[in-house]
């Protein structure tokens, strides 16, 4: 089965630093992955995907996610963080048919 | 247009109403989706539609029935809901395909008393 773990509930960071927020993956074959963002009180919004080729992806908002297949991990980075970054990030994996198995989530806050 | 649109964004509603929560997405996309999710927890699917067919059914009770009344629209209805179905419900669609991304309309936050 198709899934992606997410060690850390919570990550903090100060304003300016760089931040990582880490994921892990468990797929047979090649792996589509893909993060997503949801701010407070809103639905998820799209950020970066894996398809193939570059294992350095870059996505929306100045995030960037490097894929590495001999450590199955696909950790979402950005250089400098905002507050404004503060939020819930998902990890997800095409999980079967029509299917997205999402992470269990990772707090990102970003402290001023 | 790459919004999807959810109605509305609060609801409240009692066991014994029927109520109706309404999703459109105008991107051309032929796969949609309904979303539960309890706070700070990952998206749980409900339900898949694909090119207007309910494909995906995951074990839903039947006080939540979905409708798909044209490729744009998703409808959820809600009869006789229980408080522990209050929840942010999001809907979604894509292109379909493992590597198509989704897209999440803002949620209808579902309160039952």
């Known amino acids: 089965a198709q899934s992606v773990a997410q060690p850390e509930d919570q990550v903090n960071v100060a304003e300016g630093n760089p931040l990582t927020v880490k994921c892990t993956y468990s797929v047979s074959g090649n792996p589509y992955l893909f993060w997503y963002v949801q701010y407070p009180n809103r639905g998820l919004q799209f950020l970066l995907k894996y398809i193939t080729g570059d294992n350095l992806v870059k996505g929306s908002y100045g995030f960037e996610a490097e894929f590495n297949k001999s450590q199955t991990s696909f950790h979402l980075k950005k250089p400098s963080a905002l507050v404004s970054d503060s939020a819930l990030y998902f990890c997800a994996v095409p999980g079967g048919y029509q299917k997205v198995t999402f992470g269990t989530g990772t707090k990102l806050q970003v402290i001023p | 247009d790459t919004e999807v649109t959810q109605t509305p964004k609060h609801l409240v509603m009692g066991m014994t109403n029927k109520k109706s929560l309404k999703c459109e997405q105008h991107m051309g996309h032929r796969a949609m989706y309904w979303y539960k999710q309890k706070a700070k927890k990952p998206p749980e699917l409900m339900f898949v539609?694909?090119?207007?067919?309910?494909?995906i059914n995951e074990s839903v009770p039947s006080r939540f029935s979905p409708e798909c009344p044209n490729s744009s629209l998703l409808n959820l209805h809600l009869h006789a809901l229980q408080p522990e179905d209050s929840a942010l419900y999001l809907c979604?669609?894509?292109?379909?395909?493992?590597?198509?991304?989704?897209?999440f309309g803002p949620g209808t936050r579902l309160t039952v008393l």
């Open positions: 979604a669609s894509s292109r379909g395909g493992k590597d198509n991304e989704q897209f």
């Open positions: 539609y694909s090119y207007e067919k309910l494909s």
